[in-house]
């Protein structure tokens, strides 16, 4: 048996960051920035009215009150993207609009709110100092700046950026396409009818779902059963559009555990470093891992606790390092347990818990149901207890460390 730490390190040891592609915009969403992107211009690129108002010389209206408006003439108005009016002589005023380039000789902006909107002429009633309402060249992005740094994970804001600065294409580690693939003769597509002996299939969904929680891409196959050369063929099948695999079931100690038998002996001329071993955690200790033809694969237990489980902790983190980013585990607290609890000697084991939060501490509460077929009281949880392998009797009342789990 080895522990976790160990099965992980022999996973990050093994997987590589994919390489970067060349990528429209909406293309690298949630993909990884492969380079530093710079601002080739300033942003703004030139000075621009805060507000729709007039563009105004401010010693102009340095007098105007209520009581005594100033009038001002009208030159004209600046749209945004407009060069109409592009200067101002002192004493003059043009209606400007937000986003609209400054015309030079103006100093400031006077809101519309604060004239009586007049298009010939108009009647400013406040004052202002230079340079109100107006949005300088470069106080968002100085030319030059790195806008977007390289390992970012392109969310809506870092798109955004980068149309800002004029980017349509950026170099970018895609999000890993994950095939998922459940094994069982038991197991039936949801929506079907039930035979004696039947389940429907849990984990397939489950985790093409993980995948998607943790950046990259799933896609679900259909399940296949027990027969080792169904299972062999579908993986093959599968090796050109995947750059991981994930399957559960499969890899115990029964009488047909047909992923371990797909495995189980080298075929001449296949390139696979995939063995099978007992790892030091509940739930999850039977599990797999290595490369196919240089794609890795995941083979997770078949309970879907386990399964669950079993991807938060070992998957997740590789799928991080493919798109080349740290390979993180999932955040963690540290929250007073609320119960006492038992832990199998040896094994890290992870609690299905709810976190509670009052008055600055975090409290947790192990789920009853700890069984790795009970999905429900996973589904109902928002964290993980995790012990750590030393510990056995734990008192309610001691500080213990939780997993947040993927909301
Ligand atoms: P196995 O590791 O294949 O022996 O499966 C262990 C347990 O998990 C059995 O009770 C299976 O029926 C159950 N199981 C395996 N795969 C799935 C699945 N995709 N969805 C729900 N339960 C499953
Ligand atoms: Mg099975």
């Not at 928002?382 to 947040?404: C, F, N």
């Amino acid at each position: 048996m080895i522990s976790v730490d160990e099965h992980l390190a022999g996973i990050l040891g093994a997987v590589r960051a994919l390489p970067p592609l060349e990528l429209a915009l909406l293309e690298a969403a949630g993909g990884v920035l492969a380079e530093p992107v710079e601002a080739p211009v300033a942003l703004p690129p030139f000075d621009n009215s805060a507000m729709d108002g007039y563009a105004v010389v401010a010693a102009d209206v340095a007098g105007a009150s209520a009581d005594a408006p100033v009038t001002l003439p009208v030159i004209g108005d600046i749209a945004a993207g407009d060069a109409g009016v592009t200067a101002l002589r002192p004493g003059l005023t043009a209606r400007i609009m937000t986003g609209a380039a400054m015309p030079a000789g103006a100093d400031a902006v006077i809101p519309v709110e604060w004239t009586d909107g007049g298009t010939a002429t108009v009647r400013i009633t406040r004052p202002c100092p230079p340079g109100h309402y107006i949005r300088r060249s470069g106080e968002d992005v100085v030319a030059g700046q790195v806008v977007v740094a390289e390992g970012a994970r392109l969310g809506a804001a870092q798109l955004g950026m980068l149309a800002a600065v004029g980017r349509s294409h950026v170099r970018v580690r895609p999000r890993p396409r994950v095939v998922v693939l459940s094994t069982g003769a038991e197991l039936r597509e949801p929506g079907a009818k039930l035979a004696p002996g039947q389940i429907w299939d849990s984990n397939s969904f489950m985790l093409t779902a993980a995948v998607e929680e943790a950046g990259a891409k799933g896609y679900r196959q259909a399940t296949v059963g027990d027969e080792p050369e169904e299972v062999r063929a579908t993986l093959l099948d599968q090796l050109g559009r995947a750059d991981a695999i994930v399957t559960t079931g499969g890899v115990s100690m029964g009488a047909r555990d047909v992923v371990k038998e797909v495995f189980a002996e080298a075929r001449p001329g296949e390139a696979s470093t995939v063995a099978f071993g007992k790892v030091a955690m509940r739930p999850g200790k039977p599990q797999g891992f290595g490369l196919l033809e240089g794609v890795p694969i995941f083979t997770l237990p078949g309970n879907p606790v386990s399964a669950y489980v079993s991807f938060q902790v070992f998957v997740r983190p590789a799928l991080r390092a493919m798109q080349g980013l740290p390979p993180e585990p999932l955040p963690t607290v540290t929250a007073v347990l609320a119960e006492d609890v038992r832990s199998p000697a040896g094994l890290r084991h992870f609690l299905r818990a709810r976190l509670s939060y009052e008055r600055g501490h975090y409290g947790v509460a192990p789920a009853e149901s700890q069984g790795s077929h009970q999905l429900q009281s996973l589904s109902s949880a928002d964290s993980l207890i995790v012990l750590p392998e030393d510990a056995e009797d734990v008192p309610a009342g001691s500080q213990v460390e939780v997993m947040r789990l993927p909301s």
